[in-house]
């Protein structure tokens, strides 16, 4: 479990999806601060990594990295943290499309597919 200081490559992902669930592997994003925590086995320990880390609760959103998949199928926007009704985001994805661009955006940054 860690917060990425520098882009991780595809066939990392990969060797971590092959070493826990298989096919992915859980992140999180901080859309304020554009980090990204990857490798735990809930989204929520990343979650809490980034809060000690000094996120805001309300910037993490959940995904999963499907890093044997190509284009969209690399990203996946489904997570319980998500569930947020004072935020309006009814839905364990991410209901709000220019979070979602964000998101994909900061994914850009730190994963080199």
Do not use: C
């Not at 917060?3 to 298989?22: C, H, M, Q, R, Y």
């Not at 992140?27 to 554009?34: I, S, W």
């Amino acid at each position: 479990m860690r917060i990425l200081g520098k882009p991780v490559s595809k066939d990392e992902l990969k060797k971590i999806a092959t070493e826990t669930f298989g096919d992915l592997v859980k992140a999180v994003v901080d859309v304020r601060l554009g980090l990204l925590s990857i490798d735990a086995e809930l989204h929520s320990d990343l979650e809490a990594l980034l809060l000690e880390n000094g996120s805001r609760h309300n910037d993490l959103w959940g995904i999963n990295f499907y890093p044997f998949l190509e284009g969209d199928d690399f990203v996946e926007f489904d997570s319980m943290i998500n569930m947020r009704p004072s935020q309006g985001n009814m839905s364990r994805g991410v209901d709000d499309e220019a979070i979602r661009e964000e998101i994909v955006r900061i994914v850009d940054k730190w994963v080199a597919r």
